[in-house]
């Protein structure tokens, strides 16, 4: 399986999970209307959402193969993953206050948010390798075009001077 295979797994992955979990709290301010942290699901849901769209937006922008694909799908995932990081924080926090019910809840979506987050760091220093390794594939590739045009003129110079000694000759040789 290829880098970009493997990106692209993570990340659907990662959008996949995030659907699970903005779903798992719509569905808990529908059933649980008089849980004092009801705010904080809803707030979740929307944190979620944005993550969900973020993703993916990311993604597309990346198989697009623009020329600002990679800035732009770093830019997007760690926007992402400071929102998740903020919900993962806040989830430690209203879970000792929330319902004994959810307590299980809060250590899945803790452990959720915290599997999404290691894959989106992962996918980021892909692409950042990716880019260095391209930058240094470009570099090389004009270093190399450079000295090829060096070689070129220095064959030209030389030819020049042989064309010279040679007109030299035959002026010389006509006198």
């Known amino acids: 399986m290829n880098k970009t295979t493997k990106k ?7 959008i996949s999970k995030l659907f699970i979990l903005r779903d798992s709290c719509q569905g808990t301010c529908m059933t649980q209307k008089d849980n004092p942290n009801i705010i904080w ?7 979620l959402q944005q993550g969900v769209d973020s993703l993916k937006s990311a993604k597309e922008k990346s198989d697009s193969g623009e020329k600002d694909a990679n ?3 770093r830019n997007k995932v760690k926007e992402t993953v400071s929102k998740l990081t903020v919900l993962q924080r806040s989830a430690v926090v209203t879970r000792a206050d929330d319902l ?37 594939a470009d570099s090389s590739e004009s270093d190399e075009a450079k000295l090829g045009k060096e070689e070129e003129d220095e064959e030209g110079e ?18």
């Open 8 to 14: 692209d797994s993570s990340i659907k992955d990662s």
């Open 41 to 47: 699901f809803e707030g979740a849901t929307v944190l």
């Open 71 to 73: 800035k732009t799908f």
């Open 100 to 136: 004994a019910e959810n307590v299980i809840w809060f250590e899945g979506a803790e452990y959720m948010i915290s599997d999404v987050i290691s894959q989106l760091q992962k996918a980021l220093q892909k692409t950042e390798i990716q880019e260095v390794t391209q930058a240094d």
């Open 158 to 175: 030389e030819e020049s001077e042989t064309d010279d000694d040679a007109a030299k000759a035959r002026k010389k040789a006509a006198a």
